[in-house]
């Protein structure tokens, strides 16, 4: 057979290996996504910064669980099992359209690392420490995502109202413009993100908690609770990617400030 039959034969069999390969490395890519999806950043929000960055139906294509709210801070946002809710300031549940836009939010594709079969936490804090525990065995510099069910004897969460502009800082808002509910005997789920110390700049160090009852008519971010028994599911989280607001707000925008105070007295 002639020379360059064969070397072009071979170079055509190589690129076949290659393509597939790389086929291959795309499907594992997509069937092991373990990032963490961020729409901008906590401190800006803190700042005001409720425009819109990205709508309901793109944040979707990044996480099937996470926590975040709506342009103008327009009620709390639990995403659960791929939906994305809003908790309203009047107390309600909604299934929120793919055109609502979002100022801030974090979800990831869920995928169990882990479990614990029986949680029992008397409230709030009791729980964060035993999270705390439980993560000290994956490694606390990891992101998590910890979807908790259960039942809970009592339990407080809020939602805010939506704001219109000139927007004032959130601890403003908070002050003024939350609504706080109690319920007793629920059923329904935690979402529960945690981010490292070295990433306070970005997100907030530590737990932040979002509830759906399983009703679908009750939830919010959770200020506490009495009497949880249930169980989790851990996802262990190694990647990070974040969107920005374009706006000149936002590029102009002084982070100089340590928002940890601000940012703990609105938790």
Request: proline share 1%.
């Amino acid at each position: 057979m002639n020379k360059k039959i064969v070397f072009a034969l071979v170079i055509m069999g190589l690129l076949a290996i290659s393509a597939a390969n790389a086929q291959n490395s795309l499907i594992l890519n997509n069937n092991n996504d373990d990032s963490m999806y961020q729409v901008s950043l906590l401190q800006a929000f803190m700042h005001g910064e409720y425009d819109g960055v990205v709508k309901v139906g793109d944040l979707k294509k990044h996480g099937d669980i996470g926590l975040g709210t709506f342009e103008g801070v327009n009620g709390e946002m639990i995403v659960l099992d791929g939906v994305v809710y809003q908790a309203a300031a009047d107390g309600s549940i909604n299934v929120m359209k793919d055109d609502e836009k979002i100022p801030f939010a974090t979800v990831t594709k869920f995928d169990e690392d882990g479990n614990i079969t029986n949680i029992t936490a008397s409230n709030f804090d009791d729980l964060t420490g035993q999270l705390n525990k439980t993560i000290e065995e994956y490694g606390t510099n990891n992101m998590y995502v910890i979807k908790i069910k259960g039942d809970f004897s009592n339990i407080t969460v809020r939602s805010v109202e939506k704001q219109e502009k000139p927007y004032k800082e959130f601890t403003d808002v908070a002050a003024v413009d939350q609504k706080v509910f109690n319920h007793t005997d629920q059923t329904g789920t935690l979402v529960a993100v945690y981010f490292p110390e070295y990433m306070n700049e970005l997100n907030m160090h530590g737990w932040h908690l979002h509830f759906l009852s399983d009703d679908k008519t009750k939830g919010g971010h959770v200020l506490g609770f009495d009497g949880l028994k249930g169980s989790a599911q851990i996802d262990e989280i190694h990647e990070f990617n974040m969107i920005l607001p374009t706006d000149d707000t936002f590029k102009t925008m002084n982070f100089t400030e340590d928002m940890s105070n601000k940012i703990s007295s609105v938790e």
